[in-house]
């Protein structure tokens, strides 16, 4: 009996005339034909179609999901309980590396941000202090980077441009608390899988780009030219102009520059060349030369103190001076909406550059040492640390690549390694102000531009992305030029739009394709698999020769000289490329009638008796000329779809096939058109198409009586089942087949007939039959006696597993329509789905 919210929901239906059970009538004709598996053979399916509440399940997460979701955001709860001695030495290797690192680095990205050196060290430290609560990446080092760096850069100058009286680290501040709260946000509710969005082309582009143009921005400070007018922020080419020009102000801190430069990369050529040489120091050699730049900064602020001590207030070059000491800047941020407004056009790119940055890096990473990262919980993370670290006087940071790249070949163990290098920080900023005070300017440049260096593109990588995609090294180099000759911000908008446009326009022009049969078979060395050769190929005797379906076009690179059969003459089978969506679909049905138009003839020529009947976009031929003669084409009768490649179907997709199937039923009037679909990966595709009136037959229901339904089905029993009971039969007297063959030559007078009989019978039809029958024959006759049930209900008959199913199902359905007139006399074959007398005696079987 109906419950009262079905009959209310049956009566709103009626009165809204919405016809709920338009196709019962339907699916009664077709699943009357229980009959098609006996009880006793066979089990009924029929597939329900899921629901609105299934939607919501779906959607609604079960209950213990909240637990592990909680669990989740504090990731060290999983490991920090199997601590131990081992990790800590690891941890504490790459801790202090990193810190060495992290520190002159740190002070010199601050520069980059306008702001002064102290808030570099106060981001370096919440960056590494926070990240090990969440982190889901051993390797990842939070921090300021040389890109956010200049983004920020950018921003304070604008904002103090049009507003004096804001200070810089007030902006800063500010923007890395509305990044932190919408990166947050969105890890929070588990969208990380939009930076996929973003791909690695966009991300190279990006970095090389900026690499240049922060490198350029460097070289004036690096060799001291400061002119009036002289904006080093401008576009690069404007910068690398500039500084030619401007050439001849060059300065004493050349010197203190360039031989830094030069010595940083002396050590990591020196150190990378003796690892080669010796590789049993390798990791000698490495440790050096990951602590180059602490030794450089360390060496030239020696010699700045040396030439400087007795002329602190007229130093010989540019010296960062006072350096405060502990967190004199520590405060709770302020925000209003007249500061977000200041910045909110440039939001966008520094969220953009957040993300991008540290989940690439992560990623990488945790592809090279073998773990997986969550970039959900990665953005919780990134967010956290930039809501929390304006408040000791952080700016926006994110994950370094050289940093990363450092801790990793260090051999981290855990994150637990960042609070090592918070210590390191800290000390630094409590401890070592005083010496910062000497530290050459454009010493700090040599630094930076030796940073940013490595993020440069090599050419070997622009080639091999030219090799996998030739498209995408042109957006490549749109991206890098943008971003000389424009800002960062435009050049990653610019690769990113780019990016999305070209799949989109993939997406809209994807290529559907027709396909035929080709029987292959397998070869080993010089000679084809038959039924013999079992070994690694296959179980005994099984047939080794099977048929694919190739498009007739051979745009997927298949030997042309291998030609595909047309399946049967008018069935036509259909592959999409890509998805099946409203972008789409238009062109993929566009290219499908085209190309039946151009390969069949209209079942009725007919149809048209009187000009005027003609539509005026088929005016027929010329005054005093005839129709071209196409006797010799088919007429259209089926189409089989080939959904593999589709996953989801939409309204439009799904109503261009509907319009697509009645203009293709006019066209073969009288008759009508069977559209079979194959590979079908979707429950909810299923329901969609079959709303839309596929997965039935089209005929009336008089006809119904010819319709001859086909079904896949599968032995239900698994261990216990008649074949795996055979299967153990035959191993069981194979078994005993191995005593008799070596018992025939001990015994003698009728034990010996009997064994050496038995012997002959298993070699013959290898199976042991103790009463000299023949074994196979029983095995053969079990078949009537397994109980098989169908893989996909009986109530969608043309909705099939495979395109071989679908294929027997139409040409046998083509055949009982029509005849054996479907068959052209030029094409005698039937075709791959024609049933042999084999298949046809087990489908009377289990009818």
């Excluded at 000491?325 to 953009?352: C, Q």
């Excluded at 260090?410 to 000497?438: E, M, N, Q």
């Excluded at 052209?824 to 009377?844: A, F, I």
Aim: one cysteine or more.
């Amino acid at each position: 009996m109906a419950s009262s919210s079905t009959k209310i929901g049956h009566g709103l239906a009626k009165a809204l005339r919405i016809r709920v059970n338009e196709r019962q009538a339907q699916d009664d004709a077709l699943t009357r034909g229980e009959s098609t598996f006996s009880h006793g053979s066979g089990d009924t399916y029929v597939e329900e179609e899921p629901g609105a509440m299934d939607w919501i399940r779906e959607l609604v997460p079960e209950p213990s999901f909240y637990p592990r979701y909680a669990r989740n955001l504090f990731p060290f709860t999983k490991w920090i309980m199997r601590y131990n001695l081992q990790w800590l030495i690891g941890d504490l290797v790459a801790g202090i590396t990193v810190g060495c690192v992290v520190v002159p680095q740190g002070m010199a990205y601050a520069k980059l941000a306008e702001l002064p050196v102290e808030y570099g060290l106060y981001s370096s430290f919440m960056g590494v202090l926070i990240y090990w609560f969440f982190a889901t990446s051993k390797d990842i080092t939070i921090g300021p980077v040389a890109v956010m760096s200049t983004i920020v850069g950018n921003i304070v100058l604008k904002v103090q441009a049009e507003h004096p009286d804001i200070e810089g680290h007030v902006v800063a501040s500010a923007l890395a608390i509305i990044c932190g709260s919408i990166i947050t946000f969105i890890g929070l509710i588990r969208c990380g899988w939009i930076v996929e969005f973003i791909p690695l082309v966009a991300i190279s582009a990006f970095m090389t780009g900026s690499a240049i143009s922060i490198a350029a921005g460097q070289v004036p400070n690096l060799m001291g030219i400061k002119v009036e007018g002289f904006n080093t922020r401008a576009s690069t080419y404007l910068v690398i102009i500039n500084t030619l020009k401007y050439l001849g102000h060059t300065k004493l801190d050349a010197a203190m520059g360039l031989s830094a430069l030069t010595l940083l990369y002396l050590i990591r050529f020196a150190c990378t060349y003796a690892a080669k040489k010796n590789p049993a120091r390798a990791k000698t050699f490495f440790f050096i030369s990951t602590l180059r730049t602490a030794f450089t900064i360390l060496l030239y602020t020696g010699i700045s103190a040396g030439v400087n001590i007795h002329r602190r207030k007229n130093p010989a070059f540019s010296i960062l001076k006072t350096v405060p000491r502990g967190f004199k800047h520590a405060a709770v941020p302020t925000i209003n909406t007249d500061i977000i407004s200041y910045f909110a056009s440039e939001l966008p790119a520094s969220v953009i550059v957040l993300l991008i940055e540290h989940i690439a890096i992560s990623k990488s990473f945790g592809r090279i040492n073998n773990y997986t990262i969550d970039p959900s919980q990665e953005m919780v993370a990134i967010g956290v640390t930039n809501l929390l670290g304006p408040f000791l006087g952080g700016y926006p940071a994110t994950g370094s690549f050289s940093r990363t790249a450092i801790k990793s070949k260090a051999g981290v163990r855990t994150p637990f390694a960042g609070v090592i290098t918070a210590v390191v920080v800290l000390l630094a900023i409590y401890a070592l102000p005083a010496v910062f005070f000497y530290i050459p300017n454009s010493s700090l440049a040599a630094v930076i531009i030796h940073a940013v260096g490595d993020l440069i593109t090599p050419p070997n990588t622009v080639y091999q992305f030219w090799r996998v995609s030739p498209l995408e090294v042109i957006i490549f180099f749109a991206g890098v030029l943008v971003t000389i000759f424009s800002s960062i911000e435009n050049g990653i908008y610019t690769t990113i739009c780019v990016s999305v446009a070209v799949l989109l326009f993939r997406v809209v022009k994807a290529n559907g394709h027709f396909v035929g049969r080709v029987k292959i078979h397998s070869v080993v060395g010089d000679h084809l698999i038959d039924e013999k050769d079992t070994q690694n190929v296959g179980p005994p005797g099984k047939d080794q020769q099977r048929n694919i379906f190739l498009p007739l076009d051979h745009n997927d690179g298949s030997n042309p000289s291998v030609a595909p059969e047309q399946p049967y003459p008018g069935i036509f089978i259909y592959r999409f490329s890509e998805g099946f969506n409203y972008p789409n679909a238009n062109h993929y049905t566009d290219y499908l009638t085209n190309y039946i138009f151009t390969h069949t003839r209209r079942t009725n020529p007919d149809s048209w008796p009187r000009p005027g009947d003609r539509p005026w976009n088929n005016p027929g031929p010329r005054a005093g000329k005839s129709e071209p003669d196409q006797s010799h084409l088919p007429t259209l009768k089926a189409i089989v779809l080939d959904f593999s490649a589709v996953n989801n179907v939409d309204v439009t997709s799904v109503q261009n096939l509907i319009d697509v199937r009645n203009q293709l039923d006019r066209y073969a009037a009288p008759n009508v058109v069977q559209w079979h679909i194959a590979c079908i990966n979707n429950r909810w595709t299923k329901r969609a198409l079959a709303a839309g009136g596929f997965g039935y037959p089209t005929l009336p229901t008089h006809e119904y009586s010819r319709w001859k339904p086909i079904f896949s089905v599968s032995e239900i029993g698994g261990t216990t089942s008649a074949a795996a009971e055979a299967e153990k039969a035959t191993n069981k007297a194979l078994r005993r087949s191995s005593f008799a063959h070596t018992d025939i030559e001990q015994a003698d007078g009728p034990t010996a007939r009997a064994l050496e009989k038995d012997a002959i019978n298993i070699e013959e039809h290898g199976h042991y039959s103790p009463d000299g029958s023949d074994m196979n024959k029983v095995l053969t006759s079990s078949k009537a006696y397994k109980k098989v049930t169908p893989v996909h209900g009986l109530n969608r008959p043309l909705f099939h597993i495979d395109l071989t199913a679908a294929l027997q199902a139409a040409i046998a359905n083509v055949e009982a329509q029509y005849g054996s007139q479907a068959s052209s006399p030029s094409d005698p074959k039937r075709g791959v789905g024609t049933q042999s007398d084999s298949e046809s005696d087990d489908v009377t079987k289990l009818k």
